[in-house]
Protein backbone atom coordinates (compact mmCIF):
# COMPACT_ATOMS: atom_id res chain seq x y z
CA UNK A 1 0.00 0.00 0.00
CA UNK A 2 1.54 3.10 -0.93
CA UNK A 3 0.63 6.66 1.19
CA UNK A 4 -1.70 8.99 -0.38
CA UNK A 5 -0.16 12.26 -2.33
CA UNK A 6 -1.96 14.26 0.71
CA UNK A 7 -0.03 12.07 3.62
CA UNK A 8 3.07 12.24 1.63
CA UNK A 9 3.03 16.26 0.68
CA UNK A 10 2.50 16.17 4.59
CA UNK A 11 5.78 13.84 5.53
CA UNK A 12 7.98 16.15 3.46
CA UNK A 13 6.82 19.02 4.76
CA UNK A 14 7.47 17.77 8.35
CA UNK A 15 10.74 15.83 7.53
CA UNK A 16 12.00 19.63 7.27
CA UNK A 17 12.05 20.32 10.69
CA UNK A 18 15.33 19.99 13.06
CA UNK A 19 16.19 16.92 13.48
CA UNK A 20 13.01 14.78 12.09
CA UNK A 21 13.52 12.30 9.58
CA UNK A 22 10.60 10.47 7.30
CA UNK A 23 9.67 7.75 9.79
CA UNK A 24 9.25 10.22 12.56
CA UNK A 25 6.95 12.68 10.50
CA UNK A 26 5.20 9.24 9.30
CA UNK A 27 4.58 9.07 13.34
CA UNK A 28 3.49 13.01 13.67
CA UNK A 29 0.74 12.09 10.66
CA UNK A 30 -0.39 8.93 12.08
CA UNK A 31 -0.82 10.76 15.42
CA UNK A 32 -2.49 13.68 13.66
CA UNK A 33 -4.87 11.36 12.09
CA UNK A 34 -5.77 9.16 14.68
CA UNK A 35 -6.61 12.41 17.35
CA UNK A 36 -9.27 14.88 17.53
CA UNK A 37 -9.61 16.84 14.11
CA UNK A 38 -9.25 20.05 16.16
CA UNK A 39 -5.49 19.27 17.40
CA UNK A 40 -4.88 18.98 13.15
CA UNK A 41 -7.17 22.20 12.89
CA UNK A 42 -5.87 24.34 15.39
CA UNK A 43 -1.70 23.57 14.77
CA UNK A 44 -3.11 24.27 10.65
CA UNK A 45 -4.09 27.79 11.54
CA UNK A 46 -1.36 28.41 14.13
CA UNK A 47 1.81 27.72 11.38
CA UNK A 48 -0.33 29.24 8.55
CA UNK A 49 -0.66 32.64 10.40
CA UNK A 50 2.99 32.29 12.36
CA UNK A 51 4.97 34.82 9.74
CA UNK A 52 2.20 36.97 9.52
CA UNK A 53 2.39 37.66 13.40
CA UNK A 54 6.17 37.19 13.95
CA UNK A 55 9.05 38.48 12.48
CA UNK A 56 12.72 39.42 12.59
CA UNK A 57 13.56 42.08 14.52
CA UNK A 58 15.07 45.03 12.37
CA UNK A 59 17.63 45.83 15.10
CA UNK A 60 19.01 42.67 16.86
CA UNK A 61 17.16 40.20 14.49
CA UNK A 62 15.14 39.09 17.74
CA UNK A 63 11.85 37.08 16.84
CA UNK A 64 9.26 40.52 17.18
CA UNK A 65 5.74 40.75 17.24
CA UNK A 66 3.81 42.67 14.90
CA UNK A 67 1.26 44.71 16.11
CA UNK A 68 -1.43 45.47 14.04
CA UNK A 69 -1.10 48.92 12.48
CA UNK A 70 2.53 49.10 13.11
CA UNK A 71 5.30 49.25 10.23
CA UNK A 72 8.38 48.80 12.58
CA UNK A 73 9.16 45.15 14.08
CA UNK A 74 11.12 45.82 17.16
CA UNK A 75 10.98 42.82 19.59
CA UNK A 76 10.09 43.56 23.41
CA UNK A 77 14.47 43.97 24.22
CA UNK A 78 15.30 46.43 21.90
CA UNK A 79 11.91 47.99 22.84
CA UNK A 80 13.24 47.81 26.63
CA UNK A 81 14.22 51.10 27.84
CA UNK A 82 15.75 49.58 30.94
CA UNK A 83 17.96 47.75 28.99
CA UNK A 84 21.49 48.90 29.17
CA UNK A 85 22.23 50.69 25.25
CA UNK A 86 25.71 50.78 25.71
CA UNK A 87 26.34 47.30 26.51
CA UNK A 88 25.84 44.36 22.83
CA UNK A 89 25.87 40.90 23.13
CA UNK A 90 26.41 39.33 19.32
CA UNK A 91 25.07 35.53 19.27
CA UNK A 92 24.81 33.15 15.98
CA UNK A 93 21.12 32.52 16.15
CA UNK A 94 17.84 33.65 18.11
CA UNK A 95 18.23 30.19 20.06
CA UNK A 96 21.56 31.33 21.46
CA UNK A 97 20.12 34.98 22.85
CA UNK A 98 17.27 32.82 24.19
CA UNK A 99 19.68 30.56 26.24
CA UNK A 100 21.36 34.00 27.39
CA UNK A 101 18.18 35.57 28.54
CA UNK A 102 16.88 32.50 30.52
CA UNK A 103 20.07 33.38 32.97
CA UNK A 104 18.47 36.98 33.96
CA UNK A 105 22.44 38.15 33.94
CA UNK A 106 22.63 39.93 30.41
CA UNK A 107 21.33 44.20 31.09
CA UNK A 108 22.29 44.92 27.41
CA UNK A 109 20.87 44.46 23.94
CA UNK A 110 21.52 42.06 21.14
CA UNK A 111 22.81 41.90 17.75
CA UNK A 112 21.90 38.12 15.82
CA UNK A 113 24.83 37.32 12.74
CA UNK A 114 22.03 34.56 11.95
CA UNK A 115 25.07 32.39 10.97
CA UNK A 116 28.75 31.56 11.92
CA UNK A 117 31.36 31.34 9.97
CA UNK A 118 31.80 27.94 8.45
CA UNK A 119 34.42 27.55 5.50
CA UNK A 120 33.11 23.67 5.19
CA UNK A 121 29.72 25.08 4.81
CA UNK A 122 30.83 28.02 2.17
CA UNK A 123 30.00 30.46 4.56
CA UNK A 124 32.61 33.23 4.39
CA UNK A 125 33.22 36.76 6.20
CA UNK A 126 31.23 38.42 3.15
CA UNK A 127 27.99 36.03 4.53
CA UNK A 128 27.83 37.98 8.25
CA UNK A 129 25.74 41.18 8.54
CA UNK A 130 29.28 42.94 9.43
CA UNK A 131 28.62 46.26 8.09
CA UNK A 132 25.29 46.00 9.79
CA UNK A 133 27.16 45.29 13.17
CA UNK A 134 29.39 48.30 12.52
CA UNK A 135 26.92 50.40 12.06
CA UNK A 136 24.92 49.51 15.11
CA UNK A 137 28.44 49.98 17.28
CA UNK A 138 29.02 53.37 15.92
CA UNK A 139 25.24 54.49 16.63
CA UNK A 140 24.88 53.37 19.73
CA UNK A 141 28.02 54.23 20.91
CA UNK A 142 28.44 50.69 22.10
CA UNK A 143 31.58 50.41 25.39
CA UNK A 144 31.25 46.22 25.31
CA UNK A 145 30.63 44.30 22.74
CA UNK A 146 30.50 40.63 24.67
CA UNK A 147 30.90 37.74 21.85
CA UNK A 148 28.36 35.14 22.34
CA UNK A 149 29.10 32.79 19.74
CA UNK A 150 29.47 29.17 20.65
CA UNK A 151 32.96 27.47 22.23
CA UNK A 152 33.06 25.76 18.57
CA UNK A 153 34.86 25.61 16.02
CA UNK A 154 32.28 27.76 14.04
CA UNK A 155 31.86 29.62 17.09
CA UNK A 156 35.45 30.53 17.65
CA UNK A 157 36.39 31.69 14.37
CA UNK A 158 33.48 34.20 13.98
CA UNK A 159 34.57 35.58 17.63
CA UNK A 160 38.25 36.24 16.13
CA UNK A 161 37.23 37.49 12.69
CA UNK A 162 34.57 39.92 14.59
CA UNK A 163 37.62 40.73 16.57
CA UNK A 164 39.90 41.42 13.21
CA UNK A 165 36.80 43.40 11.35
CA UNK A 166 36.02 45.49 14.52
CA UNK A 167 39.15 46.81 16.01
CA UNK A 168 39.26 49.76 13.90
CA UNK A 169 36.45 50.84 16.25
CA UNK A 170 37.99 50.94 19.74
CA UNK A 171 35.12 49.11 21.09
CA UNK A 172 35.92 46.58 24.59
CA UNK A 173 35.14 43.14 23.00
CA UNK A 174 34.83 40.30 25.59
CA UNK A 175 34.61 36.37 25.18
CA UNK A 176 32.44 34.47 27.23
CA UNK A 177 34.01 32.13 29.46
CA UNK A 178 34.10 28.77 28.41
CA UNK A 179 35.06 25.40 31.16
CA UNK A 180 34.05 22.53 32.93
CA UNK A 181 30.21 23.09 32.93
CA UNK A 182 28.15 23.23 36.35
CA UNK A 183 27.83 19.99 38.31
CA UNK A 184 30.63 18.65 35.58
CA UNK A 185 33.00 15.96 36.35
CA UNK A 186 36.60 16.87 35.59
CA UNK A 187 37.21 13.21 35.29
CA UNK A 188 35.14 13.24 32.09
CA UNK A 189 35.70 16.86 30.56
CA UNK A 190 37.07 16.56 27.27
CA UNK A 191 40.89 17.74 27.18
CA UNK A 192 39.82 21.05 25.12
CA UNK A 193 37.25 21.72 27.43
CA UNK A 194 39.76 20.96 31.25
CA UNK A 195 42.34 23.06 29.11
CA UNK A 196 40.47 25.88 28.65
CA UNK A 197 39.30 25.66 32.04
CA UNK A 198 42.54 26.07 33.06
CA UNK A 199 44.17 29.01 30.99
CA UNK A 200 40.47 30.60 31.88
CA UNK A 201 41.37 30.50 35.81
CA UNK A 202 40.58 33.30 37.77
CA UNK A 203 41.50 34.63 41.36
CA UNK A 204 39.73 33.35 44.35
CA UNK B 1 12.04 37.80 28.00
CA UNK B 2 9.06 35.60 27.45
CA UNK B 3 8.02 33.94 24.60
CA UNK B 4 5.41 35.83 23.15
CA UNK B 5 1.51 34.50 23.15
CA UNK B 6 1.42 33.16 19.50
CA UNK B 7 4.89 31.52 20.02
CA UNK B 8 3.53 29.53 23.12
CA UNK B 9 -0.10 28.23 21.73
CA UNK B 10 2.11 26.92 19.27
CA UNK B 11 4.93 25.29 21.06
CA UNK B 12 2.04 24.41 23.55
CA UNK B 13 -0.03 22.22 20.33
CA UNK B 14 3.26 20.99 18.80
CA UNK B 15 4.35 19.36 22.29
CA UNK B 16 1.37 17.04 21.69
CA UNK B 17 3.37 15.26 19.10
CA UNK B 18 4.37 12.18 20.16
CA UNK B 19 8.01 12.34 21.92
CA UNK B 20 8.10 15.84 21.31
CA UNK B 21 8.53 17.98 24.29
CA UNK B 22 8.70 21.75 25.28
CA UNK B 23 12.46 22.20 24.47
CA UNK B 24 11.76 20.09 20.83
CA UNK B 25 8.93 22.11 20.10
CA UNK B 26 10.94 25.83 20.54
CA UNK B 27 13.67 23.78 17.82
CA UNK B 28 10.64 23.26 15.36
CA UNK B 29 9.15 26.81 15.99
CA UNK B 30 12.52 28.80 15.88
CA UNK B 31 13.62 26.98 13.06
CA UNK B 32 9.94 27.82 11.21
CA UNK B 33 10.17 31.68 12.28
CA UNK B 34 13.92 31.89 10.57
CA UNK B 35 13.35 30.25 7.82
CA UNK B 36 11.70 30.66 4.37
CA UNK B 37 7.67 31.98 5.49
CA UNK B 38 6.30 29.56 2.60
CA UNK B 39 7.49 26.43 4.82
CA UNK B 40 5.27 27.19 7.94
CA UNK B 41 2.10 28.68 5.64
CA UNK B 42 2.23 25.11 3.79
CA UNK B 43 2.48 22.91 6.51
CA UNK B 44 -0.10 25.55 8.35
CA UNK B 45 -2.91 24.54 5.10
CA UNK B 46 -2.02 20.96 5.15
CA UNK B 47 -2.26 20.03 8.71
CA UNK B 48 -5.76 22.02 8.65
CA UNK B 49 -6.90 20.34 5.69
CA UNK B 50 -5.54 17.04 7.11
CA UNK B 51 -8.43 15.29 8.32
CA UNK B 52 -11.51 16.97 5.32
CA UNK B 53 -9.57 14.46 2.81
CA UNK B 54 -8.62 11.76 4.87
CA UNK B 55 -10.59 9.64 7.39
CA UNK B 56 -11.15 6.25 8.85
CA UNK B 57 -11.61 3.19 7.01
CA UNK B 58 -14.55 2.93 7.72
CA UNK B 59 -14.22 -1.37 7.07
CA UNK B 60 -11.01 -1.54 8.68
CA UNK B 61 -10.04 1.47 10.32
CA UNK B 62 -6.64 2.22 8.15
CA UNK B 63 -6.45 5.29 6.66
CA UNK B 64 -8.80 6.41 3.82
CA UNK B 65 -9.00 9.09 1.35
CA UNK B 66 -11.95 10.75 1.02
CA UNK B 67 -12.95 11.41 -2.99
CA UNK B 68 -15.42 14.54 -3.55
CA UNK B 69 -19.02 13.52 -3.49
CA UNK B 70 -18.24 10.30 -2.09
CA UNK B 71 -20.23 9.34 1.32
CA UNK B 72 -18.41 5.73 1.77
CA UNK B 73 -14.59 6.09 3.34
CA UNK B 74 -13.30 2.91 2.23
CA UNK B 75 -9.34 2.94 1.79
CA UNK B 76 -7.23 1.11 -0.85
CA UNK B 77 -7.33 -1.91 0.68
CA UNK B 78 -10.60 -2.54 1.52
CA UNK B 79 -11.51 -1.26 -2.14
CA UNK B 80 -9.09 -3.79 -3.66
CA UNK B 81 -10.81 -6.75 -5.38
CA UNK B 82 -7.47 -8.57 -5.67
CA UNK B 83 -7.42 -9.43 -1.94
CA UNK B 84 -8.71 -12.25 -0.55
CA UNK B 85 -11.78 -11.41 1.35
CA UNK B 86 -11.42 -14.49 4.07
CA UNK B 87 -8.32 -13.57 5.08
CA UNK B 88 -7.65 -10.77 8.13
CA UNK B 89 -5.25 -9.36 9.77
CA UNK B 90 -6.25 -7.86 12.86
CA UNK B 91 -3.26 -5.10 14.45
CA UNK B 92 -3.42 -3.08 17.07
CA UNK B 93 -2.83 0.00 15.18
CA UNK B 94 -2.50 1.69 11.84
CA UNK B 95 1.21 1.63 11.72
CA UNK B 96 1.36 -2.12 12.59
CA UNK B 97 -0.67 -2.02 9.50
CA UNK B 98 1.48 -0.13 7.17
CA UNK B 99 4.48 -2.42 8.84
CA UNK B 100 3.04 -5.38 7.70
CA UNK B 101 1.86 -3.81 3.98
CA UNK B 102 5.48 -3.21 3.73
CA UNK B 103 6.35 -6.51 3.85
CA UNK B 104 4.18 -7.30 0.42
CA UNK B 105 3.41 -10.90 1.98
CA UNK B 106 -0.21 -9.99 2.96
CA UNK B 107 -2.84 -11.41 0.67
CA UNK B 108 -5.66 -10.69 2.99
CA UNK B 109 -7.84 -7.68 4.23
CA UNK B 110 -7.45 -6.19 7.63
CA UNK B 111 -8.58 -4.82 11.37
CA UNK B 112 -7.73 -2.28 13.15
CA UNK B 113 -8.47 -2.49 16.68
CA UNK B 114 -6.81 1.02 17.96
CA UNK B 115 -6.05 -0.06 21.10
CA UNK B 116 -4.62 -2.80 23.16
CA UNK B 117 -5.70 -4.41 26.14
CA UNK B 118 -4.17 -2.68 29.43
CA UNK B 119 -5.57 -2.78 32.18
CA UNK B 120 -2.67 -0.62 33.41
CA UNK B 121 -3.74 2.18 31.48
CA UNK B 122 -7.57 0.78 32.02
CA UNK B 123 -8.41 -0.36 28.85
CA UNK B 124 -10.46 -3.66 29.15
CA UNK B 125 -11.87 -5.62 27.28
CA UNK B 126 -15.37 -3.83 26.86
CA UNK B 127 -12.91 -0.88 25.06
CA UNK B 128 -11.81 -3.03 21.69
CA UNK B 129 -14.67 -2.52 18.98
CA UNK B 130 -15.11 -7.11 19.54
CA UNK B 131 -19.08 -6.99 18.47
CA UNK B 132 -17.67 -5.14 15.14
CA UNK B 133 -15.30 -7.73 14.49
CA UNK B 134 -17.04 -10.47 15.43
CA UNK B 135 -20.45 -9.41 12.75
CA UNK B 136 -17.20 -8.69 10.58
CA UNK B 137 -15.87 -11.90 10.48
CA UNK B 138 -19.60 -13.32 9.67
CA UNK B 139 -20.36 -11.04 7.03
CA UNK B 140 -17.13 -11.87 5.01
CA UNK B 141 -16.89 -15.60 5.61
CA UNK B 142 -13.66 -14.93 7.17
CA UNK B 143 -11.78 -18.39 7.26
CA UNK B 144 -8.21 -17.17 8.68
CA UNK B 145 -7.48 -14.75 11.36
CA UNK B 146 -4.03 -13.59 11.97
CA UNK B 147 -3.84 -11.86 15.08
CA UNK B 148 -0.70 -9.24 14.19
CA UNK B 149 -1.06 -7.45 17.88
CA UNK B 150 2.72 -7.11 19.09
CA UNK B 151 4.58 -9.53 21.05
CA UNK B 152 4.44 -7.33 24.31
CA UNK B 153 2.68 -7.49 27.41
CA UNK B 154 -0.49 -6.23 26.22
CA UNK B 155 -0.46 -7.21 22.71
CA UNK B 156 -0.35 -10.85 23.97
CA UNK B 157 -3.33 -10.25 26.38
CA UNK B 158 -5.37 -8.74 22.95
CA UNK B 159 -4.38 -11.91 21.59
CA UNK B 160 -5.63 -14.27 24.19
CA UNK B 161 -8.58 -12.42 24.40
CA UNK B 162 -9.52 -12.84 20.90
CA UNK B 163 -8.94 -15.96 21.00
CA UNK B 164 -11.25 -16.71 23.97
CA UNK B 165 -14.01 -14.28 22.66
CA UNK B 166 -13.88 -15.24 19.24
CA UNK B 167 -13.71 -19.22 19.70
CA UNK B 168 -17.65 -19.99 19.09
CA UNK B 169 -17.07 -18.27 15.86
CA UNK B 170 -14.94 -21.42 15.02
CA UNK B 171 -12.45 -18.99 12.82
CA UNK B 172 -9.30 -20.38 12.35
CA UNK B 173 -7.22 -18.19 14.18
CA UNK B 174 -3.56 -17.96 14.15
CA UNK B 175 -0.75 -15.86 15.60
CA UNK B 176 2.65 -13.77 14.22
CA UNK B 177 5.65 -15.97 15.64
CA UNK B 178 7.87 -14.37 17.34
CA UNK B 179 11.85 -15.22 17.48
CA UNK B 180 15.53 -13.82 17.13
CA UNK B 181 14.88 -10.89 14.61
CA UNK B 182 16.40 -11.20 10.80
CA UNK B 183 19.64 -10.70 11.18
CA UNK B 184 19.46 -10.34 14.84
CA UNK B 185 22.59 -12.46 17.48
CA UNK B 186 21.80 -15.32 19.29
CA UNK B 187 24.45 -13.90 22.37
CA UNK B 188 22.36 -10.70 22.52
CA UNK B 189 18.81 -11.98 22.45
CA UNK B 190 16.76 -11.52 25.39
CA UNK B 191 15.82 -14.95 27.93
CA UNK B 192 11.90 -14.66 26.70
CA UNK B 193 12.72 -13.42 22.33
CA UNK B 194 15.05 -17.08 22.82
CA UNK B 195 12.42 -18.87 24.63
CA UNK B 196 9.91 -18.32 22.05
CA UNK B 197 12.65 -18.82 19.14
CA UNK B 198 12.89 -22.34 20.28
CA UNK B 199 9.29 -23.07 21.23
CA UNK B 200 8.10 -21.86 18.39
CA UNK B 201 10.95 -24.07 16.27
CA UNK B 202 9.62 -25.60 12.35
CA UNK B 203 11.04 -28.49 11.14
CA UNK B 204 13.55 -27.79 8.46
Redesign the interface.
Known sequence: ??Y?P??R??VS??S????VGEK?A??????????D?Q?????????????D??R?CERCGN?A?IATGDNHALC??CKDTRRDPHILCVVG???DL?AI?RTGAMRGRYFVL?RLLSPLEGIGPEDLPLPRLLARIEEDGISEMIVATPPSVDGEATALLLKRELASTGVTMTRIASGVPHGGDLEYADPITMGRALTGRRSL
Request: glycine letters at 6%.
Open positions: MQSKIRLLLRLPGTQRYVLYLLTSPIARDLGSELHTLHELSVEDIRVHLEG
